[in-house]
């Protein structure tokens, strides 16, 4: 019991500590801009009458468009470019292949387009694996950055403060010496070490001279199958995530991202095109903590009877469920779906965060469905609110609702776009959610909140520990 407490009270002191550490300039970063056209993407799946897992897919097929329309450049963001635990099956997709060629189809064909591509070092398992995806690009002569973890604040310091004065000195290195735990072949101790850190640039982002698309979806080969939504925006929105994208390449040592040279001056500093002088629809970019704050500015600005749908693969973080529980008290219409938390490529996980985060949500009288999960997960990280001024908003990204996610830890970013409730953005995710939430014409999508109910006092006080703490992967 005395050791218990000892940890804990280690623990939320060294929290204290990482809390107060700087933020890398350039991040917690939101900007507004106007646009042309929006559209959202939906990756989903589910069990037909027969049981047998069906997908229905869209978000790389626009991404592969965006790449083969660039003339000027490309800067890709993205989390997961790999294929570990890659098994092929129904609905399975090799995407960080198909990602890959994607981009040399592109130097090939006109090699005048600038390729920056900004990654994760979990993709060559922080350093004992090396990616064959990313040293073909750069032999082909695109700019591959791997962000510098190191700079972005620790989550679990725990783990990150004696790390950081007893092992990073030493470097990871190519040792053989554990078994890979993200896939075939082994990593060395001081890569498993660094990976206990648990810090990740997670962010999903695409960006041309014509387009940007923020994503909740990674092209990991293992992750093809999973639940995804994103917002592609055309004619507006460049300029902002290249500022956004900057951040990351300067913090990794890189030369930040001019999006007004390589855009030749064509487009204006909001990044829409000069030639739309009354656009429609109104698009935020957020990153880090202001993700959150937008979160709760939705949730908490919310009048009686607002439709609220929420999609999410992580549910952790306290303020938004008080938010979400307080919109309830105030007769907003809530509905939640949840990833059970179950599936983790082969392997089985015990439900935390999101079955006491939902026992929470019950017990305030917020119905909740589990997306009806086999092997696959409900990645979605979408917010869906309609306000009194007949205008709904979609908040969608990178972004789980978790302390790691959402409080300047991790590197995220989200767009929220708000329309008429009669756009086609917000007419598709309304209708979305409903086919999710209503299992239509013999498709299973999601089951009952007693499928996956668990009110273990131990697993709550753990997910709570483990939120609080930062000594956990979400």
């Not at 090799?94 to 390729?115: F, M, W």
């Not at 001279?209 to 639940?227: F, T």
């Not at 917020?366 to 908003?393: F, M, N, S």
């Not at 009110?455 to 992967?473: H, N, P, Q, Y």
Request: hydrophobic share 40%; glycine share 6%.
């Amino acid at each position: 019991m005395r050791f218990g407490v000892t940890i804990t009270i280690i623990a939320l002191t060294a929290q204290m500590a990482a809390e107060s550490a700087s933020l890398p300039e350039g991040l917690c970063f939101s900007t507004e801009f106007p646009a042309d056209r929006v559209r959202l993407l939906i990756d989903e799946t589910w069990t037909d009458a027969k049981g047998t897992r069906q997908v229905d897919q869209e978000i790389f097929d626009s991404v592969f468009q965006i790449i083969d329309d660039a003339e000027e450049f490309i800067l890709l963001d993205f989390f997961l470019v790999n294929d570990f635990l890659y098994e092929e099956g129904p609905g399975m997709r090799p995407l960080s292949r198909e990602l890959t060629d994607r981009l040399l189809q592109k130097r090939k064909q006109n090699p005048e387009v600038k390729i920056t591509f900004i990654t994760d070092p979990l993709n060559t398992a922080y350093g004992s694996v090396p990616s064959s995806y990313f040293q073909t690009l750069e032999t082909a002569g695109v700019r591959v950055v791997w962000t510098d973890l190191n700079k972005l604040r620790d989550s679990n310091p725990v783990i990150s403060k004696p790390w950081r004065l007893l092992v990073r000195p030493f470097g990871t290195g190519p040792a053989k010496t554990l078994p890979n735990p993200l896939g075939e072949g082994s990593v060395s101790m001081r890569s498993m070490l660094k990976l206990l850190n648990f810090k990740a640039n997670h962010r999903k982002v695409i960006v041309t001279e014509k387009s940007l698309l923020v994503a909740s979806a990674n092209p990991h080969s293992a992750s093809s199958a999973h639940w995804n939504m994103a917002l592609r925006v055309d004619g507006g929105g460049q300029a902002a995530a290249c500022e956004a994208e900057s951040a990351i390449l300067k913090l990794s040592g890189a030369e930040p991202f001019n999006p007004q040279t390589e855009m030749d001056g064509k487009r204006d500093e909001g990044g829409a095109s000069t030639t739309n002088k009354s656009p429609a629809l109104s698009v935020e970019l957020l990153t880090e903590r202001k993700i959150k704050e937008k979160v709760l500015e939705l949730l908490n600005e919310a009048e009686a009877g607002a439709r609220i749908d929420l999609t999410m693969f992580y549910l952790a973080d306290d303020d938004i469920l008080h938010a979400l529980t307080d919109a309830k008290k105030r007769d907003c219409s809530l509905r939640v779906i949840l990833d059970p938390n179950k599936d983790a490529f082969g392997r089985v996980k015990n439900g935390i965060p999101n079955r006491q985060s939902a026992e929470r949500l019950v017990e305030a009288g917020i119905p909740v469905r589990w997306a009806d999960t086999h092997g696959e997960q409900c990645h979605v990280k979408t917010l869906y609110v309609e306000h009194a001024d007949k205008t709904a908003t979609i908040l969608l990204g990178s972004a789980n609702y978790t302390r790691r996610n959402l409080d300047n830890f991790n590197a995220e970013c989200d767009l929220a776009c708000t329309a008429p409730t009669g756009h086609s953005a917000m007419k598709r995710a309304r209708e979305t959610f409903e086919r999710w939430w209503s299992n239509p014409n013999d498709r299973t999508y999601t089951t009952e909140y007693k499928t996956y109910e668990d009110t273990s006092v131990l697993r709550k006080i753990s997910a709570r520990f483990m939120e609080a703490s930062g000594l956990s992967s979400f």
